[in-house]
């Protein structure tokens, strides 16, 4: 089983709100993703990180941000939540480019 | 731009039936290909992968399929079980990140 978390699992929130979706992982792996997908839908990558201090855009363009001080843990913040923002955000993470393990993932409704 | 996809969004099948699940995909460059399993609330898990120099490769109950030629990929699953309801992605690496089909909803009815 992946040792990959995220927090929270559900978060219903009022349009304009600052919001952080927590991702940690304990594998050790260098590469991190967010990916955003819709019910049923396919996944669409929006962030990215290789390593520490390094982040990168994804092919579906996001208003979110991502962070990657340390290893284990890539945080995603949206600085001003939009009902257009509702989806299911998944993070991921793998050792090399091809295995991906994902978290639950966070189901997030603006309201 | 190039793609993964799938032919069918939804698949009903019978217990105890096998299941076959397709994939097209359009980038002949690709050399590595992987099926994930989605269950309702849940992230992807892993099933199985492939990489470009096989046509087949068996795991527990599964087994994945590769055909160059026409550019598809299909997940075979045997004695299909009620816990094998779930949406089925496959994706394959594309420039170094893997791009994700739009899945296949399999129903298993009793």
Redesign the interface.
């Known amino acids: 089983e992946a040792d990959i978390y ?1 927090t929270p699992r559900y978060l219903v929130i009022g349009t304009g709100k600052k919001i952080t979706l927590e991702c940690s992982q304990t594998m050790g792996h260098d590469k991190m993703y967010w ?1 955003q997908q819709d019910p ?6 929006i962030h ?1 990180s290789y390593g520490v201090n390094s982040t990168e855009k ?2 579906l363009s996001s208003e979110s941000t991502v962070s990657r001080i340390r290893t284990e843990h890539f945080p995603l913040t949206l600085e001003s939540a939009r009902p257009s923002h509702t989806s299911q955000y ?1 993070c ?1 993470s793998s050792r090399g ?9 966070t189901q997030l409704s603006v309201l | 731009g190039e793609s993964v996809g799938l032919h069918l969004p939804t698949l009903s099948v019978q217990e105890g039936d096998n299941s076959i699940i397709n994939c097209a995909y359009s980038n002949s460059a690709s050399d590595y290909f992987i099926w994930y399993k989605q269950e309702s609330g849940k992230g992807p898990q892993f099933i199985i992968d492939i990489r470009s120099n096989m046509d087949k490769r068996q795991g527990q109950r599964v087994t994945v399929l590769l055909n160059k030629t026409v550019k598809h990929l299909s997940l075979q699953i045997a004695a299909t079980q009620p816990g094998d309801s779930a949406v089925y992605f496959c994706a394959e690496k594309n420039d170094y990140k893997l791009s994700f089909g739009a899945g296949t909803t399999v129903t298993v009815r009793a």
């Open positions: 995220q990916y049923g839908m396919e996944l669409h990558l990215y994804g092919d998944l991921a480019v091809e295995k991906l393990f994902f978290g639950s993932g």
